[in-house]
């Protein structure tokens, strides 16, 4: 561990954000609010290709949602990784991240509930300060103020 931990830009009007589900499944509607929102605010979206996938309860299978997290972080474009929901599954996602690639790219994670099990691992192997916060689905004009 370095003896200062990596901590990413901030966000900028103009930036691009990703949104992965790395969880459970997102409900529609919720994700084109939470999408809504945020190009409000003046950020780009991407959705990673996965995001509306089902497998049982997860939004697809482990590799799936693993490799559409690291996807948008490898990303150069991408500033900012924000889960589209928290539920079960983010910690199923572990022994597939490349944690020296998610070192090298430092980037916001943004999240809560079962995105903690990420928000964990990234500091223990990456060193990187990330952000408790809310989830996609959960983004709309009340959260303005936020």
């Not at 697809?60 to 690291?70: F, I, K, N, T, Y």
Request: aromatic residues 8%; proline residues 6%.
């Amino acid at each position: 561990m370095n003896a200062q931990p990596l901590k990413p830009q901030a966000l900028r009007r103009g930036d691009t954000v990703a949104i992965v589900a790395p969880a459970g499944v997102v409900g529609k509607q919720s994700l084109e609010r939470g999408i809504r929102f945020l190009e409000s605010l003046g950020l780009k979206v991407k959705v990673g290709p996965s995001v509306m996938h089902r497998w049982g309860y997860l939004a697809g299978s482990d590799e799936a949602r693993a490799r559409d997290l690291m996807t948008a972080w490898t990303d150069p474009d991408v500033k900012a990784v924000i889960a589209a929901r928290g539920g079960y599954g983010a910690m199923r996602i572990l022994p597939y991240l490349d944690f020296e690639a998610i070192k090298q790219n430092p980037k916001i994670l943004l999240g809560y509930s079962d995105i903690t099990a990420l928000h964990l691992a990234f500091w223990k192997e990456a060193d990187l300060i990330t952000f408790h916060g809310p989830v996609a689905e959960i983004w709309g004009p009340r959260m303005k103020e936020y």
